[in-house]
C-alpha cells in the first residue's frame, strides 16, 4: 500500500512540475515576444496623396470605434459581463464589416478616424480589416498598432492570436503619420498580454505654411489604477505642444470616459466609464460631442433597446483656432458594431 501511494505521489509531483515547467515556458516565450514599441515610432502611408488643404478651409471627420466587427447587436462581450470572444462564424464579423463599410460610405468625410480595427486576429477570423476599409474608402491610411500578442491565454477559448489598433483614412494630402506610446497601466505579466495604446497623429500640411494635426485615440477601459488618467493627460499635454507651435489640432476617438453632455440612466453597473476630467482641457479648447445621440453600448448582452446600458464616449476635442460648426451623432441602433459613429464638421480659423 506505501508503495502504490509512493508511486501515485511520485506521479502527481512529475504532473505539476510538467505544468509548472510549461506555464514558465510560455511565460517566457511571451516576455521575449513581447510588443514593445519606442515612444514615438514613424507610420507608413499607403494610398494616393490627394490635394493640400487649403488654410481657412473646412474639415469634416468622422470617428467610429468599428470593435472589430465583433459585437454587433446580436453580440455580448465577456470583459463586459457577457460570455462571448468572438462572433460564432466569419458569417457574422463579414456582415458587420459590411455594414461598417455602407455606413460610413453614406457618411463620407474628409477625415475617418477607425478604432479597433483587426489586421491578423483569432477573434475576427484573421480578416485585414484596415485592407477592406481602405479599398471601400480611399484616401491615404495610416495604422497604428495598439494591440499586439502572439497569443492572449484568457479568457476559455482563449483569445489566441491579436493584431488591432487605429487606422486614420485621409482624403488632403497627409505629409506625416507616427505612432506616440501612451502610458501603459498594467503589470508583468498581464502587460504581456494586453493593450499599448498610442496616438495615431497626422500632420496634414496647410496652404499657409502651418498644418493641420489630426489626432486618432483610444484610451484606457478596463483600468482603475489611474490609467485612463495618465492617458489623458499625456494626450493633451501633446495637442498643447502643437498647438503653441502654430498648428490647428483635430483630437477625435473613443475617450473612454463620459463625456460632458451625456447623460443615460444607469441600468448595469458591469462597467462604468469615469467622467471626463474637464479641469484638464486647456483654457479657449473645445470638447465636441452630440448629446442626443449615445456613442456606446454596454456589451453585458445582445442589445435590446431601452434594456442595454448606453454611454457618451466617443467625440472630439479641438483647438482655439478650430470652430466647431457642427457634431452629429449617426444613430445606427448598435446594429453593425457597439459604438455609433460620430460626425464634426469644423473651420479653420
Not at 507610420?43 to 473646412?58: D, H, I, K, Y
Not at 486576429?121 to 480589416?129: A, C, E, K, L
Not at 505629409?175 to 496634414?204: D, G, I, S, Y
Request: hydrophobic share 45%; charged share 15%.
Amino acid at each position: 500500500m506505501r508503495t502504490l501511494l509512493r508511486e501515485l505521489f511520485r506521479f502527481l509531483l512529475g504532473i505539476v512540475v510538467l505544468a509548472l515547467v510549461a506555464v514558465g515556458g510560455f511565460i517566457w516565450y511571451a516576455s521575449a515576444t513581447e510588443y514593445s514599441p519606442a515612444p514615438v515610432e514613424a507610420v507608413a502611408l499607403t494610398g494616393q496623396p490627394g490635394p493640400t488643404l487649403a488654410a481657412g478651409s473646412s474639415v469634416d471627420v468622422v470617428t467610429f470605434n468599428i470593435g472589430y466587427a465583433g459585437l454587433g447587436a446580436g453580440q455580448d462581450f465577456f470583459m463586459d459581463g457577457g460570455t462571448m470572444v468572438q462572433p460564432p462564424s466569419a458569417d457574422v464579423t463579414t456582415t458587420n464589416l459590411d455594414g461598417i463599410v455602407g455606413t460610413l460610405k453614406a457618411n463620407p468625410a474628409q477625415f475617418y478616424f477607425i478604432q479597433e480595427a483587426d489586421v491578423a486576429s483569432q477573434r475576427s477570423f484573421g480578416m485585414d480589416q484596415t485592407t477592406v476599409l481602405h479599398d471601400a474608402l480611399g484616401g491615404q491610411a495610416a495604422f497604428a498598432p495598439n494591440f499586439r500578442s502572439l497569443f492572449t491565454p484568457y479568457p476559455w477559448p482563449p483569445i489566441g492570436r491579436v493584431e488591432s489598433g487605429l487606422l486614420t483614412l485621409a482624403q488632403p494630402q497627409v505629409a506625416q503619420a507616427e505612432r506616440v506610446a501612451l502610458p501603459v497601466p498594467f503589470p508583468w505579466p498581464v502587460r504581456l498580454f494586453n493593450l499599448k495604446r498610442c496616438l495615431l497623429v497626422e500632420r496634414v500640411p496647410l496652404s499657409d505654411g502651418t498644418s493641420l494635426v489630426m489626432i486618432n485615440v483610444h484610451l484606457e477601459a478596463y483600468d482603475s489604477s489611474g490609467g485612463n488618467s495618465a492617458q489623458t493627460k499625456v494626450l493633451l499635454d501633446f495637442a498643447t505642444a502643437e498647438y503653441q507651435k502654430g498648428n490647428h489640432v483635430i483630437i477625435g476617438g473613443d475617450f473612454n470616459q463620459s463625456l460632458p453632455g451625456f447623460s443615460f440612466p444607469q441600468i448595469s453597473t458591469n462597467w462604468v466609464p469615469q467622467p471626463f476630467d474637464a479641469t484638464l482641457i486647456p483654457s479657449g479648447w473645445t470638447v465636441a460631442t452630440d448629446p442626443t445621440v449615445a456613442t456606446s453600448r454596454l456589451n453585458d448582452h445582445p442589445y435590446v433597446a431601452g434594456q442595454t446600458q448606453l454611454f457618451g464616449i466617443d467625440g472630439f476635442i479641438v483647438s482655439p483656432n478650430v470652430s466647431v460648426d457642427e457634431v452629429r451623432g449617426i444613430d445606427q441602433g448598435f446594429v453593425y458594431a457597439d459604438h455609433n459613429p460620430v460626425h464634426l464638421k469644423a473651420t479653420l480659423k
